[in-house]
C-alpha cells in the first residue's frame, strides 16, 4: 500500500510539472486521485473510477477474504474483472494479500483507460503512480522526515512508459506495514504488482541494515525493474532506475 489516506496529500506538490499538463483531481469515498492529461478528462475518469470501485466492492461482497487476507489467494473460477484479477496476481507474485495492490491497481485501470483519450496520462493515487508519457518526467520522493523527502525523485522517460511507481511506508499515512521504512518504492509495467512489492518490499525494513537485501528481494519477483528504499539518512536504490535531484522541500504546501 502507499503513503496515501484522506489527510492532505501535501506530497502531491512534488510531482513533475511538465508543461502541457493539465492538473485534475477525481474523488470518490476514499479514492482519491490527481491525474495529469493533456486537457481536463475529469468526468470520463470519474465515471471509470466509479466502475472500478465497483468492481472491487462487488468482488469482496461475494469473497470477502479478498478485503482481509495478508497472504495471496487463489481467485475463484470465471471471468474476473480486470483491476480484480490483476489484484490477485499481484498479490501472489509479491506474496502478500490481494489489497495490498489496490491502489496501484486502480491507477493502473484508470490511467490506461484514460489513455485512449489522451496523448499522455499521469495517475497518482496514495502515492502510487502510473505513467504514460510523451515527455520525461520526475517523480519526487516522499519519505516523511527523511531528508531525501524533496530532494530526490525518479526519473521516467516516455520509452519506458507504461510504468507503475509505486510507494509504501511504514511511517507515512495509515495502510499496513510491519516494517519501519520511510519509503520502499518499487518500479513495474504494472502498477498493481509494483503496489504488492512495494508493501512487501517495505515489510522487510526494520533498520538500515535492511534496506539493500530488501531491495535485492524486489529485484527478483519478475516483471520488477527498479527499486528504492529509504530509512531516515540512508537510501538503496538497484535495477533500472534513475535518481533526480528535484530542489528542495517546500514548507508543508497546501494541495494542489
Same mark, same amino acid.
Given at each position: ?71 495471496? /489467494?487463489? +481467485?475463484? *473460477?470465471?471471468?474476473?474483472? &480486470? =483491476?480484480?484479477? $490483476? #489484484?490477485?496476481?499481484?498479490? %501472489? !507474485?509479491? @506474496? ?90 518499487? /518500479?513495474? +509495467?504494472? *502498477?498493481?504488482?509494483?503496489? &504488492? =512489492?512495494?508493501? $512487501? #518490499?517495505?515489510?522487510?525494513? %526494520? !533498520?538500515? @541494515? ?47
Amino acid at each position: 500500500m502507499s503513503p496515501g489516506g484522506t489527510g492532505p496529500r501535501f506530497y502531491r506538490t512534488y510531482r513533475s510539472r511538465g508543461p502541457g499538463r493539465v492538473p485534475f483531481r477525481v474523488k470518490i469515498a476514499t479514492s482519491d486521485l490527481y491525474i495529469r492529461a493533456d486537457r481536463d478528462l475529469g468526468r470520463e475518469a470519474r465515471a471509470i473510477l466509479r466502475e472500478v470501485r465497483g468492481q472491487i466492492e462487488a468482488h469482496i461482497a461475494r469473497h470477502p477474504a479478498f478485503a482481509t487476507a495478508l497472504e495471496p /489467494l487463489d +481467485p475463484p *473460477p470465471g471471468d474476473l474483472p &480486470a =483491476v480484480v484479477a $490483476a #489484484m490477485y496476481a499481484a498479490g %501472489r !507474485g509479491a @506474496g502478500v494479500g490481494p489489497m495490498a495492490a489496490v491502489a496501484g491497481a486502480v491507477a493502473g485501470e484508470v490511467g490506461r483507460r484514460l489513455r485512449e483519450l489522451t496523448g499522455e496520462v499521469v495517475v497518482e493515487n496514495g502515492g502510487d503512480v502510473y505513467l504514460d508519457l510523451r515527455e520525461p518526467a520526475v517523480v519526487g520522493l516522499y519519505a516523511g522526515r527523511s531528508p531525501f523527502t524533496g530532494r530526490v525523485g525518479i526519473r521516467v522517460e516516455p520509452g519506458r512508459t507504461p510504468l507503475g511507481v509505486c510507494t509504501s511506508s511504514g511511517r507515512v499515512g495509515p495502510s499496513l506495514s510491519y516494517g519501519a521504512a520511510d519509503a520502499a518504492t518499487a /518500479l513495474c +509495467p504494472d *502498477p498493481a504488482l509494483a503496489d &504488492a =512489492v512495494a508493501t $512487501a #518490499m517495505g515489510n522487510r525494513v %526494520r !533498520g538500515p @541494515g535492511d534496506l539493500e537485501p530488501a531491495v535485492e528481494w524486489a529485484l527478483g519477483i519478475p516483471g520488477i525493474q527498479g527499486a528504492l528504499a529509504v530509512a531516515g539518512d540512508r537510501l538503496a536504490a538497484a535495477g533500472e532506475i534513475e535518481i533526480a535531484r528535484v530542489g528542495d522541500p517546500p514548507g508543508a504546501p497546501a494541495e494542489p
